[in-house]
């Protein structure tokens, strides 16, 4: 006998109580309509596994719950890569070198390091910006677009670029960060 074959089986057999319950509750005693009610419940959740439903719907519920511990793990592997790959651009290992110790980040010529590192987020802006007519056709967008519009194309394309992504452009993101600042004021 398999799983489904008994569950089908309790479910008739609870179905048959109800049945017997609802019964008695009309000619004997009421008492027995109130014991038919977790009866007739246990019958229709059991009839719902035995479905297929209970298991489908418990799928699409994990589905919708987001990623698992193991693509949390993978992304935040990620990010941290990036972290160290911007903290290497920048001339500075951001406080995790040798003489590294509790207190010591590194925050620029008179910060706690002393070294005088700067902090990959402390850059200048470039002096050469973008133009506002680059930043609409990096966007995709026409002069006439509303700010509206603006972060609705920039959220849609920065989630498809985004150096974390599955296909993830770290360029291309950058660019479309500065076409967003351009815009954005």
Not at 129 to 158: F, K, N, Q
């Amino acid at each position: 006998m398999t799983n489904r074959t008994i569950v089908v089986g309790l479910a008739g057999a609870f179905v048959g109580m109800t049945a017997l319950l609802l019964i008695g509750g009309v000619v004997l005693h009421p008492i027995a309509l109130a014991l038919a009610v977790p009866f007739g419940a246990v019958s229709y959740f059991l009839w719902y596994h035995a479905s297929g439903r209970l298991h489908d719907q418990a799928r699409r519920s994990a589905e919708q719950a987001g990623p698992t511990e193991r693509e949390r793990a993978r992304q935040r592997a990620r990010a941290e890569a990036n972290r160290e790959r911007a903290y290497r651009a920048a001339g500075t290992d951001g406080g995790r070198g040798p003489n590294a110790g509790p207190g010591t980040g590194q925050r620029g010529a008179r910060g706690p390091g002393g070294t005088g590192a700067r902090d990959p987020r402390d850059r200048a802006p470039a002096a050469d910006r973008m133009s506002e007519r680059e930043a609409y056709e990096t966007l995709g967008l026409d002069r006439t677009a509303d700010s509206e519009a603006v972060r609705r194309r920039y959220r849609e394309r920065a989630k498809r670029l985004h150096p974390d992504g599955e296909d993830g452009d770290e360029e291309g993101f950058k660019r479309l960060n500065e076409a967003y600042e351009v815009l954005k004021n």
